[in-house]
């Protein structure tokens, strides 16, 4: 008999514990202070590498964890119940960049760049721009082929890790007139001549986790670090992100979860009318409801997980489970606040930032209404 979704063999159930104690004691304590200072500490970067969650499917050879996607969704998930900053960190580095890498970049491009990403470097994806957000394939980022090296122009915008990123895997058109069939994946690094990163953007949420402009004037680009096909980036571009998607459901249920945990103790502790306020029937329905909406997110999370890693078809899963999951965040940790009471709009409290955090949830890596659009269209399909 096939096991439920969310029965962890022995070594998930490890490596999620190990990541849910490592969260707890090394980033824990610096969740205040890094949402005030708009930044991740160094030492917890260097823990995170330390911990070899920066490079969970990254093979032994490389320096890697030689680990599976699915470990990498429980490793989003148990670092967003502390710290949704970190947590889209881990994220965009291994459902993003590592998985680009590793599913199209060619062997010389692997052991250049995978042992960096496995040991200290951290990783961006940037593909938006200030006209190409939701319709990603409008981009103007501009490729030359020099014969030697490309020369790259154009401007990114709301790329996550672009403070802390030296390896950057950059989206650019070689051909606009070839529409999206011009567009191409490049492996750009911080100190390439022509590459600035520019202004970091100041947010409501996941506040320590940077998202900036990316500057290229000029940028030179050795000739071999295209990763896949010349012109073929589109590819690399919708099938990374589709995984990616999965990670940002498991971040919402992580956000949603820490704070579920949250509210659980206040609602014991909390006395109102002489009575604990998890006595009263009405609370208790809420709390019933959240822990159901989670549950399904979850569920929805680790189904398309599953199925992405025995490579069946998962598109439209993903899909719902980044949908699903992101509105779940927002509601539960909504509600949060309100069984929190007063005390719960204040900072001194955990639970205004899971709300904050959550809000994110529904806008990148494609928005709620494009999840919709996935979703209708591959129903859709079957009938026309």
Avoid at 9 to 31: C, L, N, T, Y
Avoid at 277 to 286: H, M, P, T
Avoid at 326 to 348: K, M, P
Wanted: proline fraction near 2%; charged fraction near 25%.
């Amino acid at each position: 008999m096939s096991s439920a979704l969310t029965m962890l063999s022995s070594d998930e159930k490890m490596f999620r514990d190990a990541i849910r104690d490592f969260a707890q004691g090394q980033i824990g304590p610096h969740v205040a202070e890094m949402d005030r200072e708009m930044a991740i500490r160094k030492d917890v970067l260097d823990g995170c590498f330390q911990m070899g969650i920066m490079g969970i499917e990254i093979p032994e050879h490389f320096g890697g964890a030689g680990s599976s996607f699915f470990n990498s969704i429980l490793a989003v998930e148990a670092v967003a119940e502390v710290d949704a900053s970190v947590s889209v960190c881990v994220d965009v580095q291994n459902t993003l960049v590592i998985n680009a890498f590793l599913n199209y970049a060619n062997p010389g491009l692997q052991e250049r760049y995978l042992p960096r990403l496995a040991k200290d470097v951290v990783g961006a994806y940037a593909l938006s721009e200030p006209s190409s957000g939701s319709d990603a394939f409008a981009l103007k980022c501009r490729a030359e082929d020099k014969g030697d090296h490309w020369v790259l122009n154009g401007t990114k915008l709301w790329i996550t890790n672009g403070k802390e990123a030296g390896i950057f895997v950059l989206m650019a058109n070689i051909d606009p007139s070839l529409g999206y069939k011009g567009i191409t994946a490049f492996v750009v690094e911080k100190d390439f001549a022509g590459f600035t990163v520019g202004k970091k953007e100041h947010k409501l949420g996941i506040r320590a986790s940077s998202t900036c402009e990316l500057i290229l004037e000029d940028c030179i680009v050795p000739k071999e670090n295209v990763i896949g096909e010349v012109g073929k980036g589109y590819k690399v571009a919708i099938e990374t992100l589709n995984e990616g998607r999965i990670g940002i459901g498991a971040q919402m249920v992580g956000i949603a979860q820490g704070a579920m945990d949250a509210t659980l103790a206040q609602v014991v502790e909390r006395k109102q009318f002489g009575s604990r306020i998890s006595d009263f029937q009405g609370v208790q329905f809420q709390i019933a409801d959240m822990a159901t909406e989670i549950e399904a997110a979850r569920l929805l999370v680790y189904n398309a997980a599953r199925l992405k890693e025995a490579g069946r078809p998962f598109v439209h899963q993903a899909a719902m489970a980044k949908l699903f999951a992101s509105e779940v965040a927002e509601r539960v940790t909504s509600q949060a606040i309100n069984l929190y009471g007063g005390i719960g709009f204040t900072t001194e409290y955990p639970v205004e930032k899971y709300w904050r955090d959550a809000k994110i949830g529904q806008i990148y890596e494609g928005t709620s209404n494009l999840q919709r659009v996935t979703i209708a269209k591959n129903l859709l399909r079957k009938h026309l």
